[in-house]
């Protein structure tokens, strides 16, 4: 299977735990993409890398959230101390931008995340 | 006023059944648009893209209007298979925004 892929996909944890989610993206994609889905919603952009250079977070990602993508290739998302809050899908994605025309966006399968 | 907004329906529409849902966006930059599907407990796959000059796949059809800053997406001859949440996307080259998502079910 070549598509994106996310490890673990279920992730209960107590809070104040301490959780890392590891996302693999097609091969050939320099564009990855964290989100977070709650029930109800649509996803929420987090962050993105191009290679390996963290180019935006958004203000929804606290101090308690980092995410790194160090050679380009998979990336990790940690959450420090959890909060119950935190419970939600975290979706991640990769595309390969063509000049000048529309970016497509594929997703992986996500990590459902449950704090206690 | 959120970037992106779709009614979340739910839209219960019988088989066979033409169904359309629209989505406004509020940035006039925003350049990319899309309609992505997502079922239940998995994740969204890009139904199509939306291009200025109006796109249609088989019995799918997206069009966009730039002027009053909404994307629609018409489908036509329901199928059971239909069933889903149809996520709304605009936003730049680079960073997108997602609607919350318009609820479908083809009742049989």
């Known amino acids: 299977d070549t598509g994106v892929s996310q490890d673990p996909r279920h992730k209960i944890t107590k809070r104040g735990q301490n959780v890392t989610f590891r996302c693999d993206p097609i091969s050939e994609h320099n564009r990855l ?30 101090d308690r959230f980092s995410a790194e993508r160090p050679k380009g290739s998979f990336s990790t ?37 449950l704090v206690l | 006023r959120k970037e992106v907004e779709q009614d979340p329906g739910p839209f219960n529409v019988p088989e066979g059944a033409t169904v359309a849902f629209n989505c406004t966006y509020s940035n006039s930059a925003s350049q990319s648009f899309f309609w992505y599907r997502q079922d239940c407990r ?13 796109n249609e ?52």
């Open chain 1, 77 to 113: 998302l940690e959450i420090q101390r959890t909060e119950q809050g935190d419970s939600a899908m975290y979706l991640c994605a990769s595309s390969f931008p063509p000049s000048g025309a529309q970016e497509t966006q594929y997703f992986g399968p996500g990590t459902r995340l």
């Open chain 2, 57 to 108: 796949d088989g019995r799918f059809t997206a069009q966009l209007n730039r002027a009053s800053q909404y994307i629609s997406l018409l489908i036509r001859d329901s199928k059971l298979s239909d069933s889903a949440t149809y996520l709304c996307v605009g936003g730049g080259y680079q960073k997108v925004t997602f609607g919350t998502g318009t609820k479908l079910q083809v009742i049989p």
């Open chain 1, 33 to 62: 993409y964290w989100y977070r889905q709650t029930l109800g919603q649509g996803p929420e952009f987090l962050t993105y890398f191009q290679n390996e250079a963290q180019l935006e977070k958004s203000r929804l990602l606290s």
């Open chain 2, 42 to 54: 998995k994740e969204p796959k890009l139904l199509m893209s939306v291009y200025s000059s109006g």
